[in-house]
């Protein structure tokens, strides 16, 4: 478990990519159990299959 330092703009923008695709990014691997995500937190519940990706 851990913090994002950056704000998905700033992500985003490091990245080169928008903040709707980082927000879709991260929304898709909670659906998938992946992560949990609430805020600024992020928690990986399934890091073997965050791994393979």
Do not use: A
């Not at 994002?4 to 998938?32: A, N």
Request: hydrophobic share 35%; charged share 35%.
């Amino acid at each position: 478990e851990f913090n994002l330092r950056m704000t998905r703009d700033e992500i985003g923008s490091y990245l080169g990519i928008k903040l709707e695709t980082v927000s879709r990014m991260l929304s898709k691997l909670q659906k998938e159990g992946l992560v949990d995500t609430r805020g600024k937190r992020i928690r990986i519940l399934d890091v073997d299959s965050l791994t393979r990706l």
